[in-house]
């Protein structure tokens, strides 16, 4: 049982590299204690899934899709957006936290991701609360804006998307997401990178650490949030829209 709630040491390997806390010791006992016990099948088929592409590092990890499904719930949110799809693997955590009648709109630049992982949602009955939409966010958040039963409708949004369309999101976001909802970023800590924390990283890693920077700094001074960065995975901040 232990064996199969850890999941392939491939897997293990990806996971260590999406926390901030002091050990990997640390950090597998909070996964072997609290959150793989507690994790659907279909989640964990999914992660091992994902952490056999070439990209698995860019998918959330296991503790801070069980922290976004509790806070889902919490908000009893019904209708969500997603900004970043990759394998599904956030998606299908929104979909099983929503409601029977709850929808999530997922958008990405690139279809063949979500195709991996898409059987696996499948066969999870909630395909039926996801609606995929492929191509660049931005021109489809703006079609959302032009139709106004869409505006202010949205309960939640997550974005893992890229960096430098980081605020374009946000203030599209504010437009669809209600005031009192909620709006998420990941990665705002950014491998450490934000803190001048310079480790063995990709140049495209570090060439983005400019734009997280400026969303961190624009999203403390924006007076029509409410926020909170919190130190799970690679950074993930919350935004309550007040106006």
């Known amino acids: ?25 640390l950090y597998q006992y909070i996964l072997e204690t609290s959150v793989y016990p507690r994790e659907p099948e279909c989640l964990k088929e999914l992660r091992d899934l994902t952490a056999k592409h070439p990209h698995a590092i ?3 990890p296991a503790h801070e899709a069980q922290f976004l499904m509790l806070l889902l719930k919490l908000i009893n949110a019904k209708k969500t957006l997603e900004i970043g799809v990759f394998t599904g693997y956030s998606l299908l955590c929104t979909a099983l936290a929503l409601p029977t009648d709850g929808k999530v709109i997922g958008i ?12 696996i ?9 996801i609606d995929f939409r492929e191509g660049p966010a931005l021109p489809i958040l703006d079609e959302f804006i032009q139709h106004e039963e869409m505006v202010g409708c ?10 430098h ?5 946000h203030e599209r976001l ?3 997401v209600k005031i ?11 491998c450490g990178t934000v803190a001048g924390c310079v480790a063995t990283l990709p140049e495209q890693v570090i060439n983005a650490t400019h734009y997280v920077i400026e969303l961190n700094k624009a999203l403390a001074a924006d007076k029509r949030i409410e926020i909170c960065q919190l130190p799970i995975g690679d950074g993930l901040t919350l935004c309550r829209r007040i106006s």
């Open 174 to 176: 504010l437009r669809l």
């Open 165 to 169: 369309n980081a605020l374009n999101y």
């Open 121 to 129: 949602i499948e066969s999870a009955g909630i395909a039926h609360k």
């Open 154 to 163: 949205f309960d939640f949004a997550f974005v893992d998307a890229d960096k």
């Open 108 to 119: 990405d630049i690139n279809r063949e991701p979500y195709d991996l992982g898409r059987p």
């Open 58 to 60: 860019i998918a959330i």
């Open 180 to 190: 009192g909802g909620l709006i998420c970023f990941d990665n705002s800590l950014w």
């Open 1 to 25: 049982m232990a064996e199969n709630n850890q999941g392939t040491s491939q897997n293990a390997n990806v996971e260590t590299q999406k926390h901030l806390l002091q050990s990997d010791a």
